[in-house]
Nanobody
Framework: QAQLRESGGGSVPAGGSLTLSCAAPQDIFSKYCMAWFRQAPGKERELVASILVGGTPTYAESVKGRFIISRDRVEKTLRLQMNSLKPEDTAIYTC??????????????WGQGTQVTVSS
């Protein structure tokens, strides 16, 4: 099972910013569409943002205009810049590879997750 490694989580007040990073092996990063998911306690996992191999992003309505997903081809890293954070953004954020057309996660390519906590 390929390992993706997230970093960058933490605790911030509402209105603050955080940037998450997800390092991936070259063969994974260059081949697959990737995405960020989040899961809050008691809630279902939610697709936050996805990005095609070529760089075209898609966002959930709840984060559109506040979050930016990007691919750093030099460092082979997926990033999620999160601005204007709200308490409802509090969750464990995980990166994964996904099927490009649907955003459905592919088997075997998940990170361990990183906690984001936004206080009111």
């Amino acid at each position: 099972q390929a390992q993706l490694r997230e970093s960058g989580g933490g605790s911030v007040p509402a209105g603050g910013s955080l940037t998450l990073s997800c390092a991936a092996p070259q063969d994974i990063f260059s081949k697959y569409c990737m995405a960020w998911f989040r899961q809050a306690p008691g809630k279902e996992r939610e697709l936050v943002a996805s990005i095609l191999v070529g760089g075209t992003p898609t966002y959930a309505e709840s984060v559109k205009g506040r979050f930016i997903i990007s691919r750093d081809r030099v460092e082979k890293t997926l990033r999620l810049q999160m601005n204007s954070l709200k308490p409802e953004d509090t969750a464990i954020y995980t990166c994964a590879t996904v099927y490009c057309s649907s955003g459905v996660p592919r088997d075997g390519h998940w990170g361990q997750g990183t906690q984001v906590t936004v206080s009111s």
